[in-house]
């Protein structure tokens, strides 16, 4: 308890800033789903022939899974706050519609029947009479909405739109606990009290009093009715702030979601800041590497770190090539012709594929290569990321070459294939040459004797039009050129993977001392 303190203690701002934007994201998101799902339920109350569609359409669209639907609609709206903000109203749309259908539809027929007795229209009978009778239903639907946001918004890390999933994501990367920790229970205590304001708010506007008189279901409505209006004018005023913060002109750099991007993002956002006046945001922590090219591609992006290796088999769909100037000229071509890509110098070390097992495993069966490893791999339970078995420069084309067959594939993220491999979960994975978690768990890492993992030099890559409005990125960023080696890039990321120091205060130190930046 003491170590999570001491980490709260000391990385309180940045928990609070992530906190307050996730906050904005799902309550936004839910002021969204409110307005769009009431009016929806009304709609299907009175249209009973749209009931089952409508409902069967939400059914679905919760069915679907979260990191699937964010997937779809990245190509669509990019990266960023914008389909985090779509996909949380989508999955909140069915508790309020469903709600509000049922609240609405199941109300005593004989009452429905005096207020048409009396004269009220269907408008007027909807208002003064179905809604205030409702509303429990209505609101229990919205709560159940706002506390299911609050825990899907912690996915908004994996596209970059920041909130306390930034810190769960990083931990896992990392197995940083402390760092789960300070995300995780942010967002616990955050669904708690938008549950207990929303339960407040029900209470406080809810139709209770079986002798409660016109006059005062009357003030009831009209409360809803302000409350409504008043919700219309912070969404349209928050995206309004919003719309003018992103017109600025600004460098927006982004990562991949493993400690080695994060530094190196972190760098070449340091070096901009440092030696240009331009503005820069950072898009750290994005998914694997389609979301970040799509998000360079789509704009949402100015800049990140690719490697050839990466370029040249899973993105340019090339057969694996051993010639790093071969591969890098390869790509260089490609990326521009295709996609209107610059690449940068490379910064000067290479990060490829390695297979790793324990020291246990490796001294049982004598494993010194990966020809080693094919003897025996039919015993073993390989733990790979979850790009790994599905890349050809992966285990796809690993297989074929060395005529291997594990005895099972359980694919996990990140960090997380570290702690299963150590907990005899599995007993091989995929790794990183530069993984600082290689020395933290004292991993045997086999060599690839047949030479099949391409090169995959790190290079920083942005937009030709970029360039060209900024011309003096070149000589900024390639001031990093060929200043990292293997074994610094490995250190640099045990200092993040192994001694929890963070990506950004490892990144600027790195940078003071081989004096890039300008004091």
Same mark, same amino acid.
Not at 208 to 218: D, F
Not at 455 to 477: C, G, S
């Given at each position: 308890?003491?170590?999570f303190?001491?980490? =709260?203690? $000391?990385?309180?701002?940045?928990?609070?800033?992530?906190?307050?934007?996730h906050?904005?994201?799902?309550?936004? !998101?839910?002021?969204?789903?409110?307005? &769009?799902g009431?009016?929806?339920g009304?709609?299907?109350s009175?249209?009973?022939?749209l009931?089952?569609?409508?409902?069967?359409?939400?059914?679905?669209?919760?069915?679907?899974?979260?990191?699937?639907?964010?997937?779809?609609l990245?190509?669509?709206?990019?990266?960023?706050?914008?389909?985090?903000?779509?996909?949380?109203?989508?999955?909140?749309?069915?508790?309020?519609?469903?709600?509000?259908?049922?609240?609405?539809?199941?109300i +005593?027929?004989d009452?429905l029947?005096?207020?048409r007795?009396?004269?009220?229209?269907?408008?007027q009978?909807?208002r003064?009479?179905?809604?205030? =009778?409702?509303?429990?239903?209505?609101?229990a639907? &919205?709560?159940?909405s706002?506390?299911?946001?609050?825990? %899907?918004?912690?996915?908004?890390?994996?596209?970059?739109?920041?909130?306390?999933?930034?810190?769960?994501f990083?931990?896992?990367?990392?197995?940083? *606990?402390?760092m &789960?920790?300070?995300?995780?229970?942010?967002?616990?205590?955050?669904?708690?009290?938008i549950?207990?304001?929303?339960?407040?708010?029900?209470?406080?506007?809810?139709?209770?009093s079986?002798? !409660? !008189?016109a006059k005062k279901?009357?003030?009831? $409505?009209?409360k809803?009715?302000?409350?409504?209006a008043s919700?219309?004018?912070?969404i349209?005023g928050?995206f309004?702030?919003?719309?003018?913060? *992103?017109?600025?002109?600004?460098?927006?750099i982004?990562?991949?979601?493993f400690?080695?991007?994060?530094i190196l993002?972190?760098?070449l956002? +340091?070096?901009?800041e440092?030696?240009?006046?331009?503005?820069v945001?950072?898009?750290l922590n994005?998914g694997?590497?389609?979301?970040?090219?799509?998000?360079?591609?789509?704009?949402?992006i100015d800049?990140?770190?690719?490697?050839?290796?990466?370029g040249l088999?899973?993105? %340019?769909?090339?057969?694996?090539? !051993?010639n790093?100037?071969?591969v890098?000229?390869i790509?260089?071509?490609?990326?521009?012709?295709?996609?209107?890509?610059?690449l940068l110098?490379?910064?000067?070390?290479?990060n490829t594929?390695?297979l790793?097992v324990?020291?246990?495993?490796?001294k049982?069966?004598?494993?010194?290569?990966?020809?080693?490893l094919?003897?025996?791999?039919?015993?073993?339970?390989?733990g790979?990321?979850?790009e790994?078995? *599905?890349?050809?420069?992966?285990?796809?084309?690993?297989?074929?070459?060395?005529n291997?067959?594990f005895?099972?594939?359980?694919?996990?993220?990140?960090?997380?294939?570290?702690?299963?491999?150590?907990?005899?979960?599995?007993?091989?994975i995929?790794?990183?040459?530069t993984?600082?978690?290689?020395?933290a768990?004292?991993?045997?890492?086999?060599?690839?004797d047949? *030479?099949?993992?391409?090169?995959?030099?790190a290079?920083?890559?942005?937009?030709?039009?970029?360039?060209?409005?900024?011309?003096?990125?070149?000589?900024?960023?390639?001031? =990093?050129?060929?200043?990292? $080696?293997?074994e610094?890039?490995?250190?640099?990321n045990y200092k993040?993977?192994s =001694?929890?120091?963070?990506p950004?205060?490892?990144?600027?130190?790195?940078?003071?001392?081989?004096?890039?930046?300008?004091?």
């Amino acid at each position: 308890m003491s170590g999570f303190m001491n980490y =709260l203690t $000391t990385n309180y701002e940045q928990v609070f800033s992530l906190l307050g934007q996730h906050l904005y994201l799902s309550v936004i !998101s839910v002021l969204v789903a409110i307005i &769009i799902g009431i009016p929806l339920g009304i709609l299907i109350s009175r249209e009973q022939k749209l009931a089952k569609p409508i409902i069967g359409t939400t059914n679905v669209i919760q069915a679907v899974p979260s990191l699937a639907l964010l997937g779809f609609l990245i190509p669509f709206v990019g990266i960023g706050s914008t389909p985090a903000i779509i996909m949380v109203v989508l999955y909140s749309l069915l508790p309020i519609v469903k709600n509000t259908y049922t609240g609405l539809t199941n109300i +005593d027929g004989d009452i429905l029947e005096a207020a048409r007795g009396i004269g009220l229209t269907k408008s007027q009978t909807m208002r003064k009479v179905q809604l205030p =009778l409702a509303f429990p239903m209505i609101m229990a639907g &919205i709560r159940i909405s706002a506390v299911t946001a609050v825990g %899907l918004m912690t996915i908004a890390a994996f596209i970059g739109a920041g909130g306390l999933g930034y810190l769960v994501f990083s931990g896992v990367q990392t197995v940083d *606990n402390y760092m &789960i920790l300070a995300g995780a229970i942010p967002a616990c205590i955050l669904a708690l009290v938008i549950d207990f304001i929303v339960g407040k708010l029900e209470s406080s506007l809810s139709y209770t009093s079986k002798q !409660s !008189s016109a006059k005062k279901t009357g003030k009831t $409505t009209k409360k809803m009715m302000i409350s409504f209006a008043s919700i219309v004018i912070i969404i349209a005023g928050a995206f309004t702030v919003y719309s003018k913060v *992103n017109a600025e002109d600004k460098i927006v750099i982004g990562s991949k979601n493993f400690s080695e991007q994060l530094i190196l993002g972190n760098m070449l956002a +340091d070096l901009i800041e440092n030696k240009t006046d331009i503005q820069v945001e950072r898009k750290l922590n994005l998914g694997g590497s389609q979301v970040a090219f799509s998000a360079l591609k789509n704009g949402d992006i100015d800049m990140y770190v690719e490697y050839t290796g990466t370029g040249l088999v899973n993105i %340019l769909n090339q057969p694996p090539q !051993s010639n790093p100037d071969k591969v890098y000229n390869i790509v260089q071509k490609e990326f521009k012709q295709k996609y209107g890509f610059e690449l940068l110098k490379p910064i000067g070390f290479n990060n490829t594929y390695a297979l790793a097992v324990r020291q246990d495993t490796a001294k049982e069966f004598n494993l010194k290569t990966i020809s080693d490893l094919t003897k025996i791999s039919n015993g073993l339970t390989m733990g790979p990321t979850i790009e790994f078995p *599905n890349r050809e420069d992966g285990l796809i084309g690993l297989t074929k070459t060395y005529n291997m067959k594990f005895k099972e594939v359980k694919p996990v993220d990140g960090g997380l294939r570290y702690t299963a491999l150590a907990n005899r979960k599995s007993d091989v994975i995929d790794a990183f040459s530069t993984d600082g978690l290689l020395e933290a768990f004292h991993l045997k890492v086999l060599e690839d004797d047949k *030479n099949f993992f391409p090169p995959y030099y790190a290079v920083p890559m942005l937009k030709e039009e970029t360039l060209k409005e900024h011309p003096e990125l070149r000589k900024v960023i390639n001031s =990093l050129a060929g200043k990292l $080696t293997d074994e610094k890039m490995r250190k640099l990321n045990y200092k993040v993977d192994s =001694l929890k120091q963070s990506p950004a205060k490892v990144a600027k130190e790195f940078l003071e001392s081989e004096g890039l930046l300008e004091k």
